[in-house]
């Protein structure tokens, strides 16, 4: 059975290391500032005991006031699982940093985001539409399409 | 002297025999040796993630078959399994059971499906092919006679199965148990010591192990690449840990590997329905659920090993009748990312192999 | 014989031959595949669906021809004949009896080899004129393996040459009177089959029509009439092919109680029933496995069964005695199996700029 961490545990690692980036929002996700999100990120893939080496899925929910963007993260070395969230804000431009260097399974899903969302992944290689043409417009995914 | 050459472009798809539905390869050719590509999704873009916000809970079950659709079963359990995380929904013990048969008949009809267009990519002109939809509409005739349906299911339903199995189902199944297994014998016989597909896809399409974790690669493609990776041993769902069964894996991760961990998984699968057969106890097969689910606030990410890989689906529910948020997770698009590395280098012929070696269904790629 | 009496009759011959045999390949084939393939195959039109190819032969006839907007007209227009006129032209020295052929040319074999090699000339043009870039591949393709194949192709007619003692086809069917070339030359036959299979495209060496890489190859862009005239010619080229190994390899004609025509017409199927079985058991291979198939193992086997049939030859100028049958079957299976020991496929990933 994979594991879920305690992510009230996991939140007092990193706030030993990067404080204020992190905070508890159940007992199994945990929430990450979007401006240290690459930081922490490299923190749980790299740091041992951790070893989140697989990136199962992310997701990006549209809560209006913000984005919320999901990562489901496993290690398959120790099969524990952690859910991080991250938020990002403004319906014009909303920005988050890319994790394609750490996993490059978030490739085409942050360029799906991107699409659909309308999410901006700083420092991914290759951000373009990937389910639409690109002369599309608007973000379909978003709550207030098309209303 | 050096004749002066340049490479040329080639659309390979949307339209094309071995793109296994609507894919395109932006293929850059020196001569037969791809020195680029560049894949293009989106052609069977349907939106289905953006349609279950408009679908109550139940409703959504018959878009699931449209994800990949040639193993609708799993990705109704799959759904159904989130659904009722998220909404805490007891199954009975029958309906289990029933989920079980089906999802492994299910996954030994998309292997064949899988391993016989891998044949047809690898030039094998259709024999392998059609042995293989022999077997394949055995398996289904038993989807048609439990559900009526031949590919698009729609049979799972949130708190178990939406009808009983027939009287006739269970003799069918045991009569069809030895018969595959006859099969999967002539199956080797015609393809285990074949010269030529062993030159054509031994150490073709390499995916090393570090890289097909780092692309989030799962199922056969995984496995193939020699990681003991299965959700249904790494995280069991539903009544899994109950079964014996191994998990079969590849040493190198080439073509041939992914086509060996297939063929291999398919008499698990075996295993597993011969085992459940044995088991299936008596008693009702859906628990009483409401007409229109109302799941409390919150959220749940359920996955399962499909045929493809880790199929897993995002719900949220903002307490409505309606899933606020679906997010699927699609294996095979995760399979795609290291595509253009495992190809480029190799020749034409090597692409369309190694694209075929996958088992992609692009229902499931563009969602 | 009047001389033209000869050639009118002979030219009817050929060509009910021609056409009756493509149209009863077609039949076999598309029949033969399907019972391999746990199916049935056409069973509609007429009995057992015999007029199935001439239904498709009409159908085809009525399609509207498309040329691209972009394709050398003369030379897309000129592609179907170039492919189809040498393989009907290499009828002409093929046997039906002793002395029933067209033209006894003491060369016949070398008018075989030169003018079947004509129709590469045509499917280049097709490949080159259709502007398609899978058609281009297709041609490049075919280029390549009909320049390699014809090369032990020729070593192992040769080595028949050489034990016949005629160049003529009526004179190697007559110097196999006693038993067939087959016996005499296993390791020959094998080679011979290989290459030609290749030398024709077919599977396990189709690679100009691989369709599930480069779709229809260089007749992608063809319809219509023009379409047909290359199914015609693939399939023409296969009899071709069949009843030249049938005649060098399987005693022509010859046979036992039934006339000699028909035991040629039953020879050249079971060749061709051949080539069906190895299109539904085995893959394709690949560009570079073709052409090290050519080059490192038909072409020194072909070369060395040269020059131990050049020997024995020597040995025995007035014939092979029967007991070489034996010898010449060890010394083939002692070199196929040494060859495919050595043999090595080369090829694999290329470092890209």
């Known amino acids: 059975m994979t594991a879920s961490l305690s992510a009230p545990e996991i939140v007092k690692q990193i706030q030993a290391h990067y404080p204020g980036a992190v905070s508890v929002v159940s007992d199994s996700a945990?929430?990450?500032?979007?401006?240290?999100?690459?930081?922490?990120?490299?923190?749980?893939k790299n740091t041992p005991g951790l070893d989140f080496n697989y990136m199962t899925a992310i997701t990006a929910i549209d809560y209006f006031q913000h984005f919320e963007v999901v990562y489901n993260l496993v290690s398959m070395e120790h099969n524990h699982s952690l859910t991080v969230k991250t938020r990002a804000y403004g319906r014009d431009n909303p920005r988050l940093p890319s994790v394609v260097s750490l996993w490059r399974s978030a490739d085409y899903q942050e360029r799906e985001i991107y699409d659909l969302m309308g999410i901006t992944f700083d420092g991914h290689p290759n951000m373009k539409r990937i389910v639409l043409w690109p002369e599309f417009k608007g973000h379909p995914q978003r709550k207030d399409f098309l209303k | 002297m050096t004749l002066r050459t340049e490479p040329f472009v080639i659309n390979m798809g949307p339209v094309h025999p071995s793109t296994h539905g609507v894919f395109r390869m932006r293929v850059t050719l020196d001569g037969e040796v791809v020195v680029n590509l560049e894949p293009v999704f989106g052609y069977l873009h349907r939106g289905i993630e953006k349609l279950a916000e408009e679908r109550t809970y139940t409703g959504f079950v018959p878009l699931t078959d449209r994800l990949d659709y040639v193993s609708s079963m799993s990705n109704n359990f799959g759904y159904c399994l989130a659904v009722e995380k998220l909404a805490g929904i007891e199954v009975p013990e029958r309906a289990e059971y029933i989920r079980v048969i089906m999802t492994e008949l299910q996954r030994i009809a998309a292997h064949l499906v899988s391993i016989?267009?891998?044949?047809?990519?690898?030039?094998?002109?259709?024999?392998?092919?059609?042995?293989?939809?022999?077997?394949?509409?055995?398996?289904?005739d038993l989807f048609e006679m439990t559900c009526g349906q031949r590919l698009l299911y729609n049979y799972m339903r949130p708190g178990g199965v939406s009808q009983d199995l027939p009287d006739e189902f269970m003799p069918a199944l045991n009569k069809l148990i030895p018969q595959l297994k006859k099969y999967f014998e002539e199956y080797e016989n015609l393809l285990q010591n074949n010269e030529i597909l062993a030159a054509r896809a031994r150490g073709v399409g390499i995916l090393p192990k570090e890289l097909a974790i780092n692309i989030g690669a799962s199922g056969p493609t995984l496995?193939?690449?020699?990681?003991?990776?299965?959700?249904?041993?790494?995280d069991p769902y539903s009544i899994y840990n109950r079964f014996e069964f191994d998990i079969p894996v590849g040493e190198q991760g080439d073509c041939y590997d992914r086509y060996r961990v297939r063929m291999e998984e398919m008499k698990q699968s075996l295993r597993i329905v011969e085992q459940a057969a044995k088991q299936v106890p008596a008693g009702p097969v859906r628990s009483k659920v409401p007409h229109l689910i109302r799941p409390p606030v919150g959220e749940a990410y359920s996955h399962i090993e499909a045929p493809t890989g880790d199929l897993g689906f995002y719900l949220v529910s903002d307490g409505g009748i309606a899933p606020y948020r679906c997010h699927i997770r699609a294996p095979s698009l995760m399979n795609l990312t290291a595509l253009r590395d495992m190809i480029v280098g190799w020749k034409v012929q090597d692409a369309i192999l190694t694209f075929g070696s996958f088992a992609i269904t692009m229902g499931e790629v563009d969602r | 014989m009047n001389p033209w009496l000869n050639w009118v009759i002979f030219t009817i011959v050929i060509l009910v031959f021609f056409l009756g045999s493509v149209i009863m390949f077609i039949y076999m084939e598309r029949r033969v595949l399907g019972k391999m393939q746990a199916r049935i195959g056409p069973n509609r039109v007429g009995p057992f669906g015999l007029l199935q190819a001439i239904a498709d032969a009409v159908k085809v006839l009525m399609k509207e021809m498309v040329t691209p907007a972009n394709a050398d007209k003369v030379v897309y227009w000129l592609a179907p004949i170039v492919v189809f006129a040498p393989v009907l032209m290499v009828f002409a020295v093929v046997p039906f009896a002793n002395g029933a052929l067209l033209a006894d040319l003491n060369i016949g074999i070398l008018y075989v080899v030169a003018v079947g090699s004509i129709s590469s000339i045509g499917v280049f043009m097709a490949g080159w004129s259709s502007s398609n870039k899978y058609a281009t591949i297709s041609a490049m393709r075919m280029v390549a393996a009909v320049v390699s194949y014809e090369i032990p192709l020729v070593l192992v007619i040769a080595s028949v040459v050489v034990v016949s003692g005629s160049m003529s086809l009526n004179d190697i069917v007559l110097a196999q009177q006693n038993y067939p070339m087959l016996l005499l030359q296993p390791l020959a036959f094998l080679l011979m089959f290989i290459a030609g299979c290749a030398e024709i495209n077919r599977s396990p060496f189709d690679l100009m029509e691989a369709d599930s890489e480069i779709i229809a190859g260089f007749h992608t862009e063809y319809t219509g009439m023009k379409f047909a005239m290359f199914y015609l010619a693939e399939y023409g080229e296969a009899v071709a092919m069949s009843t030249i190994i049938a005649t060098l390899f399987l005693g022509g004609w010859q046979g036992p109680f039934l006339p000699p025509w028909l035991w040629l017409v039953l020879k050249v199927f079971f060749v061709f029933f051949l080539m069906v079985w190895t299109r539904t058991t085995l893959p394709r291979v690949r560009i570079d496995q073709l052409m090290s198939l050519a080059w490192k193992f038909l072409f020194p086997l072909a070369l060395i069964n040269l020059v131990i049939t050049g020997a024995e030859v020597l040995a025995y100028p007035l014939g092979i005695p029967w007991y070489f049958i034996f010898v010449n079957i060890a010394i083939g299976a002692v070199l196929v199996l040494l060859f495919s020991r050595l043999y090595k496929v080369g090829g694999g990933r290329v470092a890209v700029g």
Request: charged content about 25%; some cysteine.
């Open chain 1, 30 to 44: 945990l929430l990450v500032d979007g401006k240290s999100l690459a930081e922490v990120m490299t923190y749980l």
């Open chain 2, 116 to 140: 016989g267009s891998f044949f047809n990519d690898c030039g094998a002109y259709f024999t392998p092919f059609l042995y293989m939809f022999r077997e394949r509409e055995r398996v289904i």
């Open chain 2, 223 to 234: 496995r193939g690449s020699g990681i003991r990776w299965d959700i249904r041993r790494a």
